[in-house]
């Protein structure tokens, strides 16, 4: 099993420019998530997707969207990328919301 | 508002001290509680997690952490700390009305050899 799985590791933007950070899971989990991660501040929840078919906001939705294309896969879209989305970008999943999350290994996102 | 303390953002030791991290969270009724790792270069993984039951959890690699309800807190120990034990480690907190996980801001552990 893969696991988690993000792509891509890294990518650097300029301010305007719109991309997709793709997420997969071969856990046949229920619930995934998109976090990121600043200095200081832990990880803060952008979206989720509690099932297939669903999709909600986070604490920082702002500036995003995502797309559940499956049970499988999680997508998570920056239409018009700004400085502040500078962050590292977690992606995870769960059986169901209240179990333990597992991780991918995280997307290094920079905006110029 | 509500929030996920953990009072020290880095951590220095040596190798066979003893190590406790504190966590605080602020939120009233039913709570599940995690503290996951980040160890260099690798993925965040769960350390361990109290759903229920017996306030004394225990988890992977000699940790253990303590549900104290009347003081909100869920704090991290291991008596015993070792060179691999450096990482980032985080409390996490989420509440059965909703799911959602609150994080800590994370303390970054050093064991010196």
């Known amino acids: 099993n893969a696991g988690v799985t993000q792509t891509p590791k890294f990518q650097v933007l300029k301010t305007g420019q719109s991309m997709t950070l793709q997420c997969a899971q071969d856990m046949n989990h229920n619930s995934m998530y998109w976090y990121r991660q600043d200095p200081g501040m832990g990880l803060r929840l952008i979206y989720y997707?509690?099932?297939?078919?669903?999709?909600d906001k986070g604490e920082v939705p702002n500036g995003y969207n995502v797309s559940r294309l499956n049970k499988r896969e999680f997508s998570l879209r920056l239409e018009s990328a700004a400085p502040s989305q500078t962050s590292v970008y977690f992606c995870?999943?769960?059986?169901?919301?209240?179990?333990?999350?597992?991780f991918g290994p995280g997307t290094r996102l920079t905006v110029t | 508002a509500q929030s996920v303390s953990q009072h020290n953002h880095h951590v220095i030791l040596s190798e066979a001290a003893s190590l406790e991290l504190g966590c605080n969270y602020s939120?009233?009724?039913?709570?599940?509680l995690f503290w996951y790792v980040q160890y260099p270069g690798q993925h965040l993984q769960l350390l361990l997690k109290y759903f229920s039951g017996d306030p004394l959890v225990k988890g992977i690699k000699g940790f253990e952490a303590e549900f104290i309800k009347s003081k909100f807190s869920f704090n991290l120990r291991k008596p015993s700390v070792q060179w691999s034990d450096t990482a980032e480690y985080f409390c996490a907190v989420n509440r059965d009305s909703n799911y959602q996980l609150i994080w800590g801001a994370g303390t970054k552990l050093i064991i010196k050899p």
């Open positions: 997707s509690a099932s297939e078919g669903t999709t």
């Open positions: 939120y009233g009724g039913t709570v599940n």
């Open positions: 995870a999943s769960s059986v169901w919301q209240k179990d333990e999350q597992y």
